[in-house]
């Protein structure tokens, strides 16, 4: 049995396992190269500057059941100056009365109340556009009705990373850990998202933030014009706003647990492909030069697998091929494990193979279901 075969340039399956190390080398250098920046980041000592006052804003539309859940962790937040905005859309579920009995015990909440005749737009960004606005303070941070943040240091850990130059601030929203396998999914992929959109801040090329854990300046929002130049999208009031405003000078990352924030996650499939498919609504609005940076990631992906599956079938190299995908797979596992430990996610790992074989067929899935139907609403 050869260990490997002889190249001969006319064979079709040379060429194809040419590819196949292109692929394998192109991945390798995302993962070692780009998001093992996020994996072995130290945590970097900053110095102590004043405590700038900080506004907390929300949007919530028919949020009653989450805002009496959640509501309190945002407001006996420990630091000492910030208020809270909270925008009621148009609720009709009690919401209003409910943001009422809290505004009359914290006195540093403060709620707009819109009509339902006046959001023009789809989505949440006309109520949170306006939320910002009304806003205070320069310093603007971002959560939904369903998170809450996961201690009462959440404002200061966010805020610490701002400086003279940093006027976006990424943070990281999970989720609750249930039990199901539905769950281990969300928190897995939002694990993904969330190593990609960090190593890619890290490597200069900030591309999205999201809304669940995201601060920026208001003077940044006012001086872009906000979100006006994608109103008519119902998303991307966190992704496509960090595309279209980031620069590699102007953000920073943060991610120590404290930071963080947890969601609730959906609790059947058909919910949460619904979800997916309005946050996949955005990604073809991002910068040119981000979508090719995520694409090749993907693609090169997709190609990896399609090839060593081919040569495997064909008994082509075989041993070379499974060398190779070993290799991949070792790889893919050391920066995973990095990333579970710095985020604080557990029983995730040994899934890490079995998931991104599933997610190699849901994304493209999904992509399709949204060229078919583009009605996908935020409430």
Not at 12 to 23: M, N, R, V
Not at 155 to 175: A, P
Not at 189 to 209: H, N, R, V, W
């Amino acid at each position: 049995m050869e260990i490997f075969a002889v190249p001969d340039f006319k064979n079709i399956f040379f060429w194809l396992f040419c590819g196949l190390a292109i692929t394998f080398i192109t991945q390798m250098v995302y993962y070692w190269l780009i998001f093992g920046k996020f994996a072995f980041r130290k945590n970097q000592a900053l110095e102590s500057k004043p405590l700038k006052p900080v506004s907390i804003v929300i949007v919530a539309k028919n949020e009653y059941h989450n805002l009496k859940r959640h509501l309190k962790f945002v407001l006996e937040q420990d630091y000492p100056h910030f208020e809270v905005v909270v925008v009621n859309d148009s609720s009709d579920d009690g919401s209003g009365e409910l943001l009422k009995d809290f505004s009359d015990n914290y006195k540093h909440l403060n709620v707009f109340t819109i009509s339902s005749n006046l959001n023009f737009f789809k989505g949440k960004k006309f109520p949170l556009a306006l939320g910002i606005k009304a806003a205070k303070h320069d310093q603007i941070l971002l959560t939904d009705a369903d998170c809450k943040p996961k201690s009462d240091k959440w404002i200061f850990e966010m805020q610490k990373q701002f400086n003279g130059k940093t006027k976006i601030i990424l943070g990281y929203g999970g989720y609750e850990r249930k039990k199901g396998l539905l769950n281990k999914l969300i928190r897995f992929d939002t694990l993904q998202i969330a190593l990609q959109y960090f190593s890619f801040a890290l490597s200069g090329i900030p591309y999205m933030g999201v809304g669940r854990n995201l601060s920026y300046s208001k003077e940044l929002f006012i001086v872009n014009k906000g979100f006006t130049k994608h109103y008519n999208i119902s998303s991307g009031d966190d992704d496509i706003f960090v595309s279209q405003n980031a620069t590699k000078n102007n953000v920073a990352i943060e991610y120590s647990h404290k930071s963080h924030t947890l969601s609730i996650p959906k609790t059947t499939f058909s919910s949460w492909i619904f979800q997916k498919k309005r946050h996949l609504t955005t990604g073809k609005h991002y910068k040119f030069k981000h979508l090719i940076s995520l694409g090749l990631f993907s693609v090169t992906k997709l190609f990896f697998y399609l090839l060593v599956i081919f040569l495997l079938i064909f008994n082509y190299n075989t041993i070379p091929v499974l060398v190779i995908f070993a290799l991949r797979l070792i790889t893919q596992l050391i920066i995973i494990k990095k990333t579970l430990t710095k985020l604080e996610e557990k029983n995730l790992l040994l899934y890490t193979p079995f998931f991104e074989m599933f997610f190699l067929l849901f994304y493209p899935f999904i992509y399709l279901s949204n060229s078919i139907n583009k009605n996908n609403k935020w409430k």
